[in-house]
């Protein structure tokens, strides 16, 4: 049958349309995904690079800087360096990224078409989490060769790493879909990635810290995937872990929620 | 005839009411045809073509699709009414298949059915040799042609174009032209938002002539020609430098109007033509290298209109002061 035979959707909906329920919706999700993973499709050995670039020198600054430390110092430093990537392009990188996409109008292409916020919200949250979990991997691989020393490994290092990226994720994902101006986004993005990286307890133990931005460092993801991956990697799954691993839920919850409200793209008041 | 769009007196204010995008404007989109919206930049066109696929929502009255308000059923408008905005940036990693595929996908369509109607775009667009392309790597013509692909793709009932022809070489234009004609003649209803007044002509039933967010116009392009100037146009080319004489030589017959370095336009009275014609015929020493008569176009009304309406606005702006 040529195209000009067939009926228009809509008037005859026996055409091949696809069933309605959880077929549609995985299949909007995973074609959403391809999307997204397309922009970093050609270039994912940069992006793998960038994440890493950063965190590597300063893993190996901190190597060259500290004289004799301690398990807990060594651990901190590798556990810190691998967030400090997902901060890096997770959080900082994803920010822009999407900002961008918004004041590019490239959000009126998907208010056209007839997909779910939740499934778009999703695949780009996705597309940061897999574009972060090598980094993750190399930063630990490098970090336990530099130092010398074994982790713990255990299948509780899978969602704790899960989480903590996807929480961190969730905050870039936020401020790129609330950003009101590209270049406000791409300053406040930065400024935020170094004031978490370096002034909450990613690479410090929280009590070297002031009062304030203890209780500042309260409010970020990273600081409960900071402690979560210490704590499984030194000695395996505990308490800490636990309370942890619900708190960085919580926070991939209200980042999801979050950024499902603040995307209006389909009905701009 | 049934409605698809009712455009019920919207308008569209921003920054607190000192920019007016759309002012009262009230008409309605009939099944099956094709409605031209015509208008200078910064008309309002896009502003309403966005509020009618509920990008945007009015700041009062109220746009429906088939009887109920788009802002109560966003995701059915979308569902049923196919938008072409601008290039596909948002595709530009994918590849010329991937882009049409997946947006026929996101549309409802199964991927096998996708993939067909992908190719038979391809091949209609003389574009398969770039199917497996990036569409970063293809030309900015190649990109547009995509684009409207994705409005094509999944066959909509409704199709809305804003611009789709810009930057086209002219065979790729005409291909569009002729999509869009196809579509319409199996049945779809489409919305076209172009400044191209003189292809546009070609294939649409109905125009609406919208200015300083306000509906002018909006009538059968017949009619609407109807209420234009309705003198002959002789579209005239002089001798090289001989216009002037040319000019003098025609002053009796009707007004002429300097259209270019050798073109002259002299409009003249229907029933002066076939004198005229003969005048021309039976003086070989006229300094003419080309004439021809042309009727009046869809250009002529939407000029016609917007010169009546901008006398109308002065009008009302000396009796106020």
New interface residues.
Partial sequence: MSMSELPLHGVNQEQALLTRGARRYMVELGILFRIQFSIIRDSWVWVILMASMFPFMTLMFMRFFMTNPTPDMIIRSITGNMLFGVIAMGMNGMAQEISWQKHQGHFTFYAALPISKFNFVLANLIRGLISNIPSVIILAIIGQLVYGVTFHYSWGLIPVLLLSIFSIVGIGVCLGFSSPNHQLTNMLSQVLMMVVTFLTPIMMDIHQLPKVLQWFSYIFPSTYAAEALQQILLTGWTTVVTRDALILSGFSVVCYLVINKSVSWRVNK | MNVVFEIDHVSKVYKKGKVKANRDIHFDVLKGEVLGLLGPNGAGKSTLIQQM?????PSEGEIRYEGVNV?KQ???V??????Y??E????T??KVW?ALC??G?????????AL??AD??LERFEMTDLRTK?LKHISGGQKRMVGIG?ALI?????LIFDEPTNELDPKKRRLVWDLIQ?RNQ???TVILVTHNVLEAEQVVDRVAVINHGRLFAIDHVSKLKQKVDQRLKFELVSEMGKSDELEHKLATWGEFVKTGENRLRLLIEKQEASRLLDFIVGNPQLPIEEYAVVPPSLEDVYFYIEKEKEHEHVGAASARG
């Fill in positions: 696929v509920a990008h945007l929502a802002l966003p995701k059915r979308a569902q049923n009414v196919a938008y905005a601008q596909p940036h948002t595709l990693s994918l991937e997946f947006t996908m996101l549309r409802g369509i199964e991927k096998k059915e067909r109607q038979e775009l990036q994705t999944g066959r909509a009932p409704v196809e199996e049945g779809a």
